[in-house]
């Protein structure tokens, strides 16, 4: 399973339908899911990491099933959505993004300039497997969508197809390793 996060809680959110253009491009391959409940987590505190909510055991057990995940986010004041944050604070004390797959898309109207390293830098100190190369900075998503949400640009639709296929060449890379092994 391919686990999506968003940094963006709006409604009607480019990141969001930048997750609905990858469920889309994943459908026939992966199974693919888009954790819902990033708006929701509890405020992180050291004090609850031990014995976290309920929501914070099911995120993390989410992520540990994982086989890869992917977020999109755009970029607040030059850094990362403090939702976002908050809910990848929660997994800092936890082992489940150890080696595992992430790709990082950053939409803003920059290209997420700040966002982008930023995120890549967190999720490298979680010992995240970020696949650079696979991931995309994508500027102004406004205009990559229609008034009913539809991806309309073909060359930001062939990014992202080929964002999602080096992760999955990556994950079948793994398959087989543990077959192998
Ligand atoms: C609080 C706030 C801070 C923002 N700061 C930045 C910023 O520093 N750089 C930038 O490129 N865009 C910034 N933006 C614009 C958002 O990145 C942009 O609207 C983005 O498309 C929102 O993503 P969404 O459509 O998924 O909600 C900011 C927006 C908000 C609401």
């Known amino acids: 399973m391919i686990l999506a996060l968003c940094g963006s809680n709006r409604a009607g959110s480019t990141n969001h339908l930048l997750l609905a253009a990858a469920a889309r491009l994943l459908a026939d391959v992966d199974e693919f899911r888009v954790y819902d409940g990033v708006a929701t987590l509890p405020h992180f505190s050291p004090d609850d990491d031990d014995a976290p909510p309920a929501s914070v055991v099911a995120l993390r057990a989410l992520v540990g099933q994982a086989a890869a995940v992917l977020i999109s986010t755009p970029e607040y004041a030059h850094g990362i959505p403090g939702s976002l944050k908050n809910a990848l604070d929660w997994l800092v004390s936890t082992t489940v993004l150890d080696q595992k797959p992430v790709v990082v898309w950053s939409a803003s109207p920059t290209g997420g300039e700040f966002v ?25 998503p406004r205009r990559l ?4 949400g539809h991806l309309t640009d073909a060359a930001t639709e062939a990014q992202l197809a080929d964002s999602l296929e080096a992760l999955r060449r990556t994950l079948g890379v793994a398959e087989r390793a543990d077959l192998h092994s």
């Open 145 to 148: 969508f229609d008034l009913h």
């Open 116 to 140: 982008h390293p930023a995120l890549i830098e967190v999720l490298r100190t979680m010992s995240g497997n970020v696949l650079v190369g696979a991931s995309l900075q994508i500027a102004g």
